[in-house]
């Protein structure tokens, strides 16, 4: 037959394979030839039982060579649909799964390309053009086509060149720069799992034509194909090794922050992109490896798991767990560095994160999407005030991740039995990196944690994390700096702290409706010395944050707890992030407290004072006295809306300030049994509405009255 194209346009093509196709087959292949080559085609198919694959002659010249490997792929993927739609896969399917893949030869190496990650090979890749080498010479016009898909998958134009190289081992690469390259061929492995269990079976078992098909099926079953992701990138050498931090040549290629494999196992991280040099953080033991040992780049960014399955887990900062409960599946991986959301898709932070924590709900609210700081020097509550928001929590829908850096065991477990006993981990993730880790774990910790619950908020849910503490994560990266030889700047800390803390920070935001709802608030932590504000890491986060919560060592030493700073605290977000119930309660709080801080000036000096100042300074005794509270003893936003009701409406003004404990508990306890509607209104409605404050009213002075009798009853009688 004349391979030529006749007069009219016809396109006459040879197809050469090893075993016989059905004319269904036949007629599906010839129909999208002309489809993709738009003429009318004329395929002769020939039967040649020493191929390996199929061979496509269009013309004298031009050969397209397929292995039978993708094919297997395609044919493997369709039986594992199949299985898990609940549908037959006697040899009938077999057969049509290999019609399917048989079909359409010119577009299945690329459909298992794309399956396989080609949108993350594209995204890495430089420029706009693309080679695909192969060791047989293809149509030109297959350039375009390719060229189209491509195009689609990366959402920017690619150009696509085809270069014949008969030295080749591989039957077709696709070379995306000089730095990276896929092998279009399908794993090796499989090929010979295959020819293997052929070989080992009884050939005078398989002479059925059903027999064979179906034992075919039950081999590729077990046999999953992939596709090789070479890197073409340089081998270095470790130079230098010890402290967790090695020196590396000749990985000129390599970027900022991507993973690099030792050859004696370990990972690394990129760190110090030096003129002749990489220094690399290990994120593993450094004993296997010694100077001289070979690096080789990966091209990879650090990946960690992320998902509901993590819920309730306690993981290091590569998501492995440390709480011995089995592995950590990897079906939801996620980028450790990524981009914080931009304005354009944030909005507003209005909707309340509760707290439970009576001062913090009141003075100083939370908002979903929030960065709120907590400053102070140490044991004075910090981790404290961060552990009662996550035990707040409970029952309100927001997934928890508790980072912790560089924190001593004895400390993490004191944590981790808090959050059990309260039940508190059925929502909560444990990120932890111990003091005496390698320094790379201790500075990624923040970042992981920060993924996890990332992954919580694009996927339309609400996340809190906590850093405990950037004093520890700013310390780590001083030490990694020194090690890496890198310039210390101002108060010994580099001066890109900065950098690494609001990369972080920034990463916390509300998303637009449009874009699923979902909300991370991250509560950072920050030790300070002395009380020292203005020192260089607290003002580097403050800066970064939505407001800041500073506790007073002054304050917590005379008892009340928790020790907030009034005048230094501060919401950027302030009364936006409240319930109504709560907005209407606080304000006339925050007026009381100014007003009894400054009376409370005078009256140290001993100046005289009018009754009406006196009441003043009475009211802002007690409304003081009523915000301090219990250690991991949240409250409910009725409960803290009531007392707090009675204190700004003066029903606390007669009760003496030792007693006040106790009129709180016994009027918590009174609206809870007699008057449950008004906590049930303000619980459900979230507002203080007419009706149920009047009912409150009623309620208090009713109290009010019980609880002056009581104590005059118990009064002792005087003769």
């Not at 792929?73 to 077999?94: F, K, N």
């Not at 003129?275 to 070979?294: F, K, R, W």
Request: glycine content about 8%; aromatic content about 4%.
């Amino acid at each position: 037959m004349n391979n030529d194209v006749g007069a009219a346009g016809t396109l006459c093509v040879i197809l050469r394979v090893p075993v016989t196709l059905e004319d269904e087959i036949v007629e599906d292949i010839r129909r999208r030839l002309c489809e993709l080559t738009e003429k009318d085609v004329t395929l002769d198919v020939r039967v040649d039982p020493e191929l390996d694959g199929a061979l496509l002659e269009i013309g004298p010249r031009t050969r397209i060579a397929f292995d039978f490997g993708d094919v297997v792929g395609r044919l493997e993927r369709d039986i594992r649909s199949s299985l898990g739609d609940g549908e037959a896969t006697g040899p009938e399917r077999v057969a049509d799964a290999a019609a399917d893949a048989a079909s359409a030869p010119l577009h299945g190496v690329l459909g298992t390309v794309q399956s396989s990650g080609l949108w993350q090979a594209l995204s890495r890749m430089k420029g706009s053009s693309a080679q695909v080498r192969t060791r047989v010479p293809v149509d030109p016009g297959l350039a375009e086509v390719l060229g189209r898909r491509l195009s689609d998958v990366a959402e920017r134009q690619i150009q696509v060149e085809f270069v014949t190289d008969p030295s080749m081992e591989s039957e077709a690469v696709l070379q995306l720069g000089p730095d990276m390259s896929i092998d279009l061929d399908t794993h090796e492995q499989m090929l010979e799992s295959l020819e293997s269990a052929l070989a080992q079976r009884e050939k005078s078992r398989l002479r059925s034509a059903d027999t064979a098909e179906a034992y075919v099926a039950q081999l590729v079953r077990h046999i999953r194909p992939t596709l090789r992701l070479k890197e073409a990138t340089e081998r270095g050498y470790v130079e230098q090794i010890g402290d967790g931090i090695a020196i590396v040549r000749g990985l000129r290629h390599v970027g900022a922050q991507e993973v690099v494999q030792f050859e004696a196992g370990p990972y690394g991280i990129a760190f110090n992109l030096l003129e002749n040099a990489v220094g690399c953080i290990m994120l593993g033991a450094e004993d296997a490896v010694d100077v001289g040992t070979a690096v080789q780049a990966t091209g990879r960014l650090l990946e960690i798991p992320t998902g509901p399955a993590l819920v309730g887990r306690t993981v290091n900062a590569l998501g492995y767990p440390l709480d011995g409960k089995g592995p950590v599946p990897l079906d939801n991986m996620r980028q450790v560095e990524r981009v914080a959301p931009s304005v354009v898709r944030r909005q507003q932070v209005s909707e309340p994160l509760h707290t439970g924590i009576k001062t913090l709900d009141a003075l100083v609210p939370l908002g979903r999407g929030q960065r709120e700081l907590v400053l102070g020097d140490r044991k004075i509550g910090k981790t404290t005030l961060a552990i009662d928001t996550i035990l707040s929590q409970k029952g309100h829908g927001v997934v928890c991740v508790y980072a912790a850096i560089g924190q001593k065991a004895t400390t993490v477990a004191r944590v981790l039995d808090i959050l059990r006993e309260r039940g508190a981990m059925e929502y909560t993730v444990l990120v932890v990196a111990f003091s005496n880790e390698e320094p790379a774990f201790r500075y990624l910790v923040p970042y992981t944690a920060c993924t996890i619950a990332e992954q919580v908020m694009d996927s339309g849910g609400h996340s809190f994390v906590v850093f405990d503490d950037l004093s520890k994560h700013a310390v780590t990266y001083r030490e990694m700096s020194a090690l890496l030889k890198r310039p210390i700047g101002r108060e010994a800390y580099p001066g890109d702290v900065f950098y690494i803390h609001s990369r972080l920070l920034e990463r916390a935001a509300r998303l637009r409706d449009d874009l699923g709802g979902g909300s991370m608030t991250a509560m950072p932590i920050v030790e300070t010395l002395a009380g020292d504000i203005s020192a260089f890491i607290p003002t580097n986060v403050i800066s970064i944050s939505d407001g800041q919560i500073m506790l007073d060592s002054g304050l917590f030493n005379e008892g009340f707890r928790p020790a907030m700073d009034a005048g230094l605290s501060v919401s950027r977000v302030g009364g936006m992030a409240q319930t109504p119930a709560m907005k209407k309660v606080a304000g006339r709080l925050r007026i009381d407290l100014a007003q009894y801080e400054e009376m409370a000036q005078f009256v140290k000096f001993g100046a005289e004072v009018d009754q009406a100042t006196l009441d003043q300074l009475t009211r802002g005794e007690r409304e003081r006295e009523l915000l301090k509270q219990d250690q991991h003893c949240p409250m409910p936003l009725e409960e803290e809306v009531a007392i707090l009701f009675a204190a700004v409406n003066g029903y606390t003004d007669t009760v003496p300030l030792d007693e006040l404990r106790v009129f709180e508990e016994e009027y918590l306890r009174f609206l809870e049994s007699r008057h449950q509607a008004v906590l049930a209104a303000i619980r459900d409605t979230r507002d203080l509405a007419a009706a149920t404050e009047e009912s409150l009213h009623a309620a208090s002075q009713q109290f009010v009255r019980e609880f002056e009798s009581q104590r005059a009853a118990a009064r002792p009688a005087v003769r």
